[in-house]
T-cell receptor
Framework: GQQLNQSPQSMFIQEGEDVSMNCTSSSIFNTWLWYKQDPGEGPVLLIALYKAGELTSNGRLTAQFGITRKDSFLNISASIPSDVGIYFCAGQLGRGSARQLTFGSGTQLTVLP | EAGVVQSPRYKIIEKKQPVAFWCNPISGHNTLYWYLQNLGQGPELLIRYENEEAVDDSQLPKDRFSAERLKGVDSTLKIQPAELGDSAVYLC?????????????FGPGTRLTVL
């Protein structure tokens, strides 16, 4: 089946620093999504990307859909303490049974004061 | 607008016991998903419903897992009997349907511990 490799697995950064994480896939996706999960909660959608090459921002978050459709990255600028959490990428191929999301294994982000 | 509701939030059982999880999706959402999330991993789809029909259950271990969504609203996921390896978080998600298929809204999950 499809595999998503997400890196880094964990990050420790100082408050105010920028952070970048990425996902690569062995096969193509038509949609890339980035989620954040806080402890004891379900994932919450941050950014959705629907077109190869697309660059989308949501506040301090910026994500890009790779041209090859096999990768995506997420940048967070000027990190703050509430950015702490686990960030997941997810790929979606299309309609029907291919609609299901394939998740990466997550990036645990810790922001140090 | 209320989000996806799941109960219980936590469940501790002994192996070989049955267990059931309940999910109430966002009102009006036709599509409902059950995911399994192991520690340190992303969610993995178990089953997807379109209204009351299970349209994708290829990842559901059918020897011990079952699910239902009888009236196309609430859903129940059952494990019988539970095994030690079933300890995980079980997430429910919903989406509006074909028009809103891309965004799935997740509930807080049920954390299952099998002793």
């Amino acid at each position: 089946g499809q595999q998503l490799n997400q890196s880094p697995q964990s990050m420790f950064i100082q408050e105010g620093e920028d952070v970048s994480m990425n996902c690569t896939s062995s096969s193509i996706f038509n949609t890339w999504l980035w989620y954040k999960q806080d402890p004891g909660e379900g994932p919450v959608l941050l950014i959705a990307l629907y077109k190869a090459g697309e660059l989308t921002s949501n506040g301090r978050l910026t994500a890009q859909f790779g041209i090859t459709r096999k990768d995506s990255f997420l940048n967070i600028s000027a990190s703050i303490p509430s950015d702490v959490g686990i960030y997941f990428c997810a790929g979606q191929l299309g309609r029907g049974s291919a609609r299901q999301l394939t998740f990466g294994s997550g990036t645990q982000l810790t922001v140090l004061p | 607008e209320a989000g996806v509701v799941q109960s219980p939030r936590y469940k501790i059982i002994e192996k070989k016991q049955p267990v059931a999880f309940w999910c109430n999706p966002i009102s009006g959402h036709n599509t409902l998903y059950w995911y399994l999330q192991n520690l340190g991993q992303g969610p993995e789809l178990l089953i997807r419903y379109e209204n009351e029909e299970a349209v994708d259950d290829s990842q559901l271990p059918k020897d011990r897992f079952s699910a239902e969504r009888l009236k196309g609203v609430d859903s129940t996921l059952k494990i019988q009997p539970a095994e030690l390896g079933d300890s995980a978080v079980y997430l429910c998600a919903s989406s509006p349907g074909l028009a809103g298929e891309r965004e799935q809204f997740f509930g807080p999950g049920t954390r299952l511990t099998v002793l």
